[in-house]
């Protein structure tokens, strides 16, 4: 069966793959499987024929035969379920690794991505240039955390899986923003990543699907 | 095996259900399986002994026999796909139904999260007062988005599943709030969830442990 993706009709980082698509990219290039992608524009994220698709208006999506899927954590783990190569085949191995996948969207983006918004949508307040060290603080006490656990692990528990692609995925982020580098560990591990030769298909895919 | 979650020895908010062990006292009463707490003071959460469960220093934790977890969705996930009840058995819908557990953390929580960090950070900040409409209109935008998707569904997928279970946690923490109120179908689905005896079980003994 197909497997159809949709990304945005043009992802407002230009194609640098910060867009959650390139999460989904890099997981069907992790196991091999083959994908179609749909833009979509900005106005259409909003219509009923995307919304039922995925009620936030956001991308990606997911469609699979009968299946529809959004949100980037539950489509790579459906990918990382239905074939080898993300996920440990031992039990607990396995549900440490979906925790990862959970720690990244639930514990280390939502700090980043109130950066993000501070950025765009506060950049124009009063407060916006006051309030910004206080938002880089509380992404900074999470990679802060976080790199005190990776130590020089090179992936998160054994071999690369589901859980690191999220978690890198989550810092390629903040990596324009400089925090990243008081963390040499996270540097590396994030630049690791980003060597995979599926990683660079998937951020290939997406940078000519955004500058064609 | 037994199994031993741990939450805050005091939770900050007197025992209203609204830290996160209370999701996975629910998930385990819905399954029928008996559990332990172990009270984490604010101070024992930096230390190494906790950090060593959960390295972003946060509860709950689940610990059964030598599998350790953390992260509140997989935690949930991980009592969901090993007994039933809280999944479909269908391969597309108990997909779906993980989907909408990310949908919970990954796309409503964060908003609620700001909110809550916006309350009780940037309080008492010059820009505190001012900056509120714009953080409550963000959380307004995704429950607008979560209450047309919903509408009048008991739950989100044929029967209750974790993915309810997840959302509806994560709605109860803006029900003081006043936000729910412009979505008499929020409101409902949240109730139907607290009439759950498995909910109310969940509730009376995290709130038990608090006032103890």
Redesign the interface.
Known sequence: MTITITAFHRSPDGGRGLARDTRVRWALEEVGQPYEVRGVTFAALKEPAH?ALN????IPTYEEG??????????V??IAERHTGLLPEES?AR??A??W???A???V??PI??LE?AKF??GD???GA??MP?VRE?VRT?LK??A??LGERPWLDGDFSAGDLMMVSVLLRVKSSGLLNDFPNLTAYVARAEARPAYKRAYDAQHAFNTR
Chains 1, 2 share one sequence.
């Open positions: 919304l009620p936030f208006g956001q009968g299946l529809v899927l959004f949100e980037s954590g539950a489509i783990l459906h607990d549900a440490r979906i925790a996948m959970f720690a969207v639930n514990s983006e939502p991505l109130e918004t949508a506060d307040k009063p407060w006051d309030r206080l509380r999470r955390q976080f005190a656990h």
